[in-house]
């Protein structure tokens, strides 16, 4: 009995091992589609140059023109061409096309749909054919990479993280094409490390920290830097405000404001919008001021519900419902720390 159990115990391990074979090492339904592809290559069909003439449009009632009806084959490679054309040289916008046919076709036909962006992408770009091929192949390989690893690069930090990632993409892409079709992210991604090495940087005033940010910014956007400054600038105003919480958290309301507005000032911000940032700075002070209280407060009475009402009521009126609601969740606004010049 002994031996047979060893036995079955040994049989049953194989199972589970060429289970766990099958379902972690086999392809993906778009690796799979791919190969096919790869192995029964199809003729790129042509279309006739005229065919974007023939779509017919409608006006909604918000006044946006709409197609009528189902387009063919060849309108819809004219209106590739028309959208994608004037830039379709660089990597970058060529994988945004194929990113754009990837949603069409899953749509459409969801068990070909790899065939189909190939079809499309060469049919509009015939000249580009072998290489829009190369990138949807290096494409859907990345991104099922991306899916077979989410749980490795989840757990990695922030620093090995992007190191796996450039390292798939310059394998999948090559080193150039990468760079192109990435640098969007490659440029965010080094503005994010700017900001963590501000918020981690000891022994700085807050100056040389704006002035070290800049620097990277104009380092990293060029020529495009102010413009990109002027399209995003709350977003950045926030995120290095929030690198420089502890700087500002140890200093005295007075030299807190005159940081806030020496920070937006820097970001681009006006006169005007200066002084309606402090107006909310202030109202923000006295917001938390009373949260606090209130939550000092709230401890005396959290046993009577009438109490309670009563005392939300008085320090946030209108809100008190919400205030409520929140605390019936288990959220506490005012519990935690306020993100000065944030919230």
Known sequence: MKNKSIWF????????????????????????????????????????????????????????????????????????????????????IQIKMIEDLMRLCQKEQPNDWVACVNELAGAAFPKLANKLFDQLSSLVKYNDWLTRNKDRLDKMSRADRQKALAEARTSLFGDENAKDIFAAEIKATTMQNALEEIRDAKGKDINAKLSYFKNVLNETYGAEAKAYLERHQQEITNSLLQSVQADLKGM????????????????????????????????????????????????????????????????????????????????????????????
């Open 9 to 92: 115990g040994i049989v049953g391990g194989l199972f589970v091992g060429l289970l766990i074979f099958y379902f972690i090492g086999r392809d993906s339904d778009a690796i799979r589609q791919l190969k096919n592809l790869q192995a029964h290559p199809r003729p790129i069909r042509s279309y006739q140059e005229s065919a974007v003439e023939k779509i017919q449009y409608e006006l909604t009632e918000t006044g946006q023109k709409r197609i009528v009806g189902e387009l063919t084959f060849e309108q819809k490679l004219a209106l590739i061409r028309e959208k994608w054309g004037k830039n379709i040289h660089r990597s970058y």
């Open 252 to 343: 005295s309301p007075t030299q807190q404001r005159h940081a806030l507005r020496t920070v937006r000032s820097e970001m681009g911000m006006d006169n005007a919008a200066l002084e309606r940032w402090e107006s909310l700075d202030r109202e923000r002070e006295t917001r938390w001021a009373q949260g606090k209280t209130y939550l000092t407060e709230r401890q005396k009475v959290a046993g009577d519900p009438a109490a309670l009402n009563e005392l939300r009521k008085k320090y946030f009126g209108a809100e008190a419902e919400t205030i409520a609601q929140e605390e019936t969740e288990g959220y506490y606004r005012y519990a935690g720390e306020q993100r000065i010049g944030v919230e």
